[in-house]
């Protein structure tokens, strides 16, 4: 071979070998700790994605809000500030309208029900929602169904609940049924909240297990009543920036990585919901495991009757309808 070839042929090797390392690193954010549902859930993904790609897309993690609330950090996905996000519900139906049906409360018996309204085709037609409001949902991942906590009384039933001040997160939906409890809502983003209750700016919040034990509110609370009120679901959200690179074989290595994720993360949901309760009593939390769930279905009523108006009663019933 004469030298040319050879310059030629280790030239062409170099190039080769580095478009084989390159490496895109997305930056992924949620709410609470790498060790919890979220952090969990997200792990998987980027295993997942990591792998599927032979290292060519990998993670960098945000864990603990760092960048930002939830509402914050979906507007960064749309600007593609930001890649991926694992996000509750709570704010998204103010950029995706049709997912704030899921947000009515005691709209799933449990988390069977809820986890089959998702995986099904109600679920799945509510991901084909984002693509056009500029968000691409890559599954519905699992933040759990949601309790109260207060420092003030134990709650059995809406009248013990009336007058707290109680801060919710910034969804319409949860603050419309929640007044009809007698619950004074205080909407406001999840990173301002410890600092809210450990002041007394508000006397509750309300949040699923594996949030009140990885946010470590038994610092900051003192009563915890197992309404599951309403059940929070959750999102792998990522930017059309990111999605609209990448090649049909790795698209689909994201998809399945979210469905993984998603079964991670709800298997973590399950373990904190099982073994969490204990800890938080060991913590110092006073825990009402009987609540009277029939009283707070029916102080509900005038707020499904808005719900029906705003959704479709219809369409109200053929998510209960599922079995
Ligand atoms: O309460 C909230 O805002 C959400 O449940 C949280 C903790 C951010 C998790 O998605």
């Keep these: 071979m004469k030298f040319g070839h050879i310059a030629a042929a280790c030239l062409s090797l170099a190039l080769s070998a580095g478009a084989f390392a390159q490496t895109t690193t997305l930056k992924i954010g949620y709410a609470t700790s790498k060790e919890s549902h979220y952090g969990v859930g997200s792990t998987v993904f980027c295993d997942e994605i990591e792998k599927g790609t032979q290292g060519r897309y990998k993670c960098q993690h945000f864990a603990n809000s760092a960048l930002g609330g939830e509402r914050e950090q979906i507007e960064a ?20 309208p049709e997912v704030k049906i899921v947000d009515i409360p005691f709209l799933f018996r449990d988390y069977d029900h809820a986890r089959k309204v998702m995986d099904g085709p109600i679920g799945q037609d509510i991901l084909t929602k984002f693509p056009s409001k500029g968000i691409i949902a890559l599954a519905w991942t699992e933040n759990g169904f949601r309790h109260m906590t207060n420092s003030k009384r134990d709650i059995v039933k809406p009248t013990d609940a009336a007058g707290l001040k109680m801060r919710t997160m910034e969804n319409k939906v949860h603050m419309d049924g929640y007044r009809t409890f007698g619950i004074l809502p205080t909407p406001m983003a999840f990173p301002e909240l410890f600092g809210a209750l450990q002041q007394g700016t508000v006397d509750g919040q309300e949040n699923p297990i594996p949030v009140i034990l990885s946010a470590k509110f038994s610092q900051v609370q003192k009563h915890l009543s197992l309404t599951g009120h309403v059940y929070s679901p959750a999102l792998l959200l990522l930017s059309p920036k990111v999605w609209n690179k990448l090649s049909d074989a790795d698209k689909k290595v994201f998809v399945d990585a979210a469905q993984k994720a998603s079964v991670a ?19 110092g939390m006073k825990v009402t495991k009987t609540v009277d769930g029939a009283a707070f279905r029916e102080a509900l009523k005038p707020a499904y009757v808005g719900y029906a108006k705003e959704f479709g009663a219809d369409n109200i019933k053929k998510i209960s309808d599922v079995k």
Excluded: H
Excluded at 77 to 91: A, F, R, V
Excluded at 266 to 283: F, P, S, T, Y
């Design 265 to 283: 993360q709800r298997k973590k949901v399950n373990d904190d919901e099982n073994n969490g309760i204990a800890q938080l009593e060991k913590d």
């Design 77 to 96: 996905i749309q600007l593609g500030t930001q890649d991926l996000l694992n996000t509750s519900t709570g704010p998204v139906g103010n950029f995706v």
